[in-house]
């Protein structure tokens, strides 16, 4: 079956400008993750969503970062006045539930964001 | 705060090498542990996990030992291949006394692994 998919694959922006990263995780899988990964870096976690809300939003660096979920399925994250600084590659994971401890997450391709 | 801590890299062996991948974590509560894996062009992928102390993880001939008296997770493989060529991560995710997740996994630095025939 499909697995996670990530839109677009990369991204190139200007500082300050408006961006949207999209995640489709895998058809019926409850919980969804976003993290960062910088160069050289193991992915450090953002935010978390079980069904539409978020469950765990400890990682956000700031305000200009924010991730939505209306329908429990496909997930925006949205960063305001960009800043080069926010240049990494952003993963979107999914996984059936948060509930069993040993739940495997099934991890996107990916979306390279590069700042100017 | 969770940290996960992994040997520095790169690690370069010849074909047939045995591995030795070390990761060290601090956790509060009670952590499942996990070898994630990247190989070139491709996103993460599990390896291996282990829930409670002493359970041994394995998968595709690596291995990993919960250590809870030594807070070690090492990843080991008897004989490696030019295709295990990958970046290897090491995680973990944190659970209530109950064992449900709590979610995140909190990842190490990541270990570059090239294997030459």
């Known amino acids: 079956g499909a697995g996670v998919s990530q839109t677009p694959s990369n991204k190139v922006t200007e500082k300050g400008k408006y961006v949207e990263l999209r995640c489709d995780p895998i058809s019926g899988h409850t919980a969804l993750y976003w993290y960062r990964q910088s160069l050289g870096q193991g992915p450090e976690f953002l935010i978390y969503?079980?069904?539409?809300?978020?469950?765990?939003d400890s990682g956000l660096p700031n305000d200009r970062f924010f991730a939505v979920r209306p329908e429990g399925s496909v997930s925006t994250l949205k960063i305001q006045r960009t800043e080069r600084g926010d240049s990494a590659v952003y993963l979107c994971?999914?996984?059936?539930?948060?509930?069993?401890?040993?739940?495997?997450?099934?991890f996107g391709p990916g979306t390279r964001l590069t700042v100017l | 705060g969770d940290s996960v801590t992994q040997m520095e890299g790169p690690v370069t062996l010849s074909e047939e090498a045995f591995l030795t991948i070390n990761c060290t974590y601090t956790?509060?509560?009670?952590?499942?542990l996990f070898w994630y894996v990247q190989y070139p062009g491709e996103g993460l992928q599990l390896l291996l996990k282990a829930t409670k102390a002493d359970d041994k993880g394995s998968n595709k001939g690596f291995e990993a030992t919960y250590r809870k008296e030594t807070t070690s997770f090492h990843l080991e493989k008897g004989s490696v291949q030019v295709s295990d060529s990958a970046v290897y991560f090491c995680?973990?995710?944190?659970?209530?006394?109950?064992?449900?997740?709590?979610?995140?996994?909190?990842f190490g630095q990541g270990t570059i692994l090239t294997v030459h025939p």
């Open positions: 995680a973990l995710s944190l659970t209530n006394a109950g064992g449900t997740s709590y979610g995140k996994l909190t």
């Open positions: 969503f079980q069904g539409t809300g978020a469950a765990d």
């Open positions: 994971a999914s996984s059936p539930s948060n509930s069993r401890v040993d739940n495997e997450q099934f």
């Open positions: 956790a509060t509560g009670y952590p499942s």
